[in-house]
């Protein structure tokens, strides 16, 4: 079974020091698309939240944004407080016990948590999808938002199948429809 795995999409991420995300109000929509395809064929949803001295637990800045479509009910929620959202927090456990062997991901930072958690879910031997239009950053002083998207994008590659969300499928066993692309 394939579960969405949505990295840390929080008030305190999303915007710092009024500058927000590359393309985030296009990324909140895509990671919504993903959200709904993946309920509609029965998979799980996770929400990631990073907790640590500016992102503190029940703070504003911790929060997940506003426009994302979690589900406090029927959707799984895990706290972390390292890059990956595998280490030390109950999410491979949880995964594995409800059947998953299989996650995309998506969400912030891409140079940072996205792939710590990509590298680490195929560590496990997860099989790893990332959507390569459901993850972003800020620009930096050497790199723009884009390029280090564009990079990351190749570069994961070598440990994942990385594909645009609208060709990602949540059904039973199916495989991805494209292929991974040559890093």
Known sequence: MKALIVIDVQNGVYAYEDTEVCAGQALIAT?????????AA?????????????????????????????????????????GSAFHA???????????VDKVV?????????VDSTL?????????????????????????????IIEHHNRTLANYARVLPADAI?????APNSMEQQPS
Request: charged share 25%.
């Open 31 to 39: 990671i919504n698309r993903l959200i709904a395809s993946a309920r």
């Open 42 to 82: 029965g998979c799980p949803v996770v929400f990631v939240r990073h907790e640590d001295e500016w992102l503190l637990a029940g703070s504003h800045e911790w929060e997940l944004m506003q426009d994302l479509d979690a589900r406090v009910d029927t959707d799984i929620f895990v706290g972390k407080r390292h």
């Open 89 to 99: 927090t109950p999410l491979e456990e949880t995964l594995r016990r409800i059947g």
């Open 105 to 113: 991901l998506c969400g912030l930072q891409t140079e940072m948590c």
């Open 119 to 147: 590298r680490h879910a195929a560590a496990l031997d997860f099989e790893v999808s990332l959507a390569e239009d459901a993850h972003s950053t800020y620009d930096t002083a050497t790199l723009t938002a884009p390029q």
């Open 169 to 173: 499928t949540f059904a039973p066993d």
